[in-house]
């Protein structure tokens, strides 16, 4: 049983480009949350989405958005690059109607700013 | 709004030591609490849960025990072995928070033989 999938593993990317990142949830999942992981730091919560549409967003700006698809992946776009957007993108994928379930991470996408 | 306080790190310890990770919260309600295990280079991996008061989670010899009174659900293990070494995370989910989960910000676990 395959767990989350994020691609690509590790990205580099100049100031003032966009990127796009992509997550697969584990089998069974409808739900996908997008985090941001500084180094040295705990995750910070992004966006979840379900049912193909933003259902909760974090604190964080306009330049992060995202989707999700019908068959539950999803895509985080960063536009607009800074380098404080520098960080480990970790993916994580649930079940809506159990609530007291823990997330299931995938291993995360390097991004570098440069 | 919601907070997680993990014990400052990192924790150095020697194989077979006693381990002791200090987590203490601020949420509404009664949330879920949660410990992840970051190993190098990979994501998170779920630790263990519990889910209501004096519930105690335990998973490949480490267990936590929820703690209301004292709002904590600090992380034990008898004996740690090389393999525990890792960054550790206590997390919450709130009743007020949707689905979000709240992180503290890590502990640094390294084991020496």
């Known amino acids: 049983d395959a767990g989350v999938t994020q691609s690509p593993t590790h990205l580099i990317k100049t100031r003032g480009q966009q990127v796009t990142l992509r997550c697969s949830p584990k089998s069974g999942h409808d739900t996908v949350s997008w985090y941001q992981q500084a180094l040295g730091q705990g995750p910070q919560f992004i966006f979840q989405y379900y049912e193909e549409e933003e259902r909760q967003r974090g604190n964080f700006p306009d330049r992060f958005s995202g989707h999700q698809f019908p068959n539950y992946s999803s895509e985080l776009n960063v536009n607009a690059l800074l380098l404080g957007d520098s960080a480990l993108y970790l993916c994580?994928?649930?079940?809506?109607?159990?609530?007291?379930?823990?997330?299931?991470f995938g291993s995360g996408t390097r991004l570098t700013v440069v | 709004g919601d907070s997680v306080t993990q014990m400052e790190g990192p924790v150095t310890l020697s194989e077979e030591a006693f381990l002791t990770i200090n987590c203490t919260y601020t949420?509404?309600?009664?949330?879920?609490l949660f410990w992840y295990v970051q190993y190098p280079g990979e994501g998170l991996q779920l630790l263990l849960k519990a889910t209501k008061a004096d519930d105690k989670g335990s998973n490949k010899g480490f267990e936590a025990t929820y703690r209301k009174e004292t709002t904590s659900f600090h992380l034990e293990k008898g004996s740690v072995q090389v393999s525990d070494s890792a960054v550790y995370f206590c997390?919450?989910?709130?009743?007020?928070?949707?689905?979000?989960?709240?992180f503290g910000e890590g502990t640094q676990l390294t084991v020496n033989p």
């Open positions: 994580a994928s649930s079940l809506a109607q159990v609530r007291s379930y823990g997330y299931t």
């Open positions: 949420a509404t309600g009664y949330p879920s």
């Open positions: 997390a919450l989910r709130s009743e007020t928070s949707g689905s979000r989960l709240t």
